[in-house]
């Protein structure tokens, strides 16, 4: 499976087990992290899963055939499906709200892909769009569930 990811940026996992505070009160790691994953659920990729901390680059040559300095916010997956482009979308992490409630949400966005690109089978054009925990998105054959960590 060619499949490359920049692995510099991935989290530690606690598998969500609940940890105790200094001050005791428990918290879940969930809710600490500041990365979502995207787990591929159909097509040839089913059952790989990206950790997703910054920015990602999805296609058939995601570093657009050079090799760019190394960025541990910018990460590559490469698919490798005919439906898909060389440079297919791009997702961002974006979080909102207050340290204490936060939502983090993933912004897709279409570059200029020949198959297009979709959120909840809805095509996304533009200046991209929103996407959330348990949305799907669709590159070429691969299709992503957003999902917490």
Known sequence: EACAVNQASLPSNNNGKETKTKKGSKSSSL???????????EGIHKGAIVVLSG????????????????????????????????????????????????????????????NGTFVNGKKVSGSGKQAFVNDKIKVGGCVFSIKHI
């Open 31 to 41: 809710a600490k992290t500041n990365s979502l994953k995207l787990e591929c659920i």
């Open 55 to 114: 920015e990602l680059i999805v296609g058939q040559d995601p570093t657009g055939g050079t090799r760019s300095r190394s960025n541990s916010k910018k990460q590559v997956f490469q698919v490798d499906d005919d439906g898909a482009s060389k440079l297919h979308a791009k997702l961002v992490l974006n979080k909102s709200g207050s340290k204490k409630k936060s939502l983090l949400t993933v912004r897709v966005t279409d570059l200029k892909s020949k």
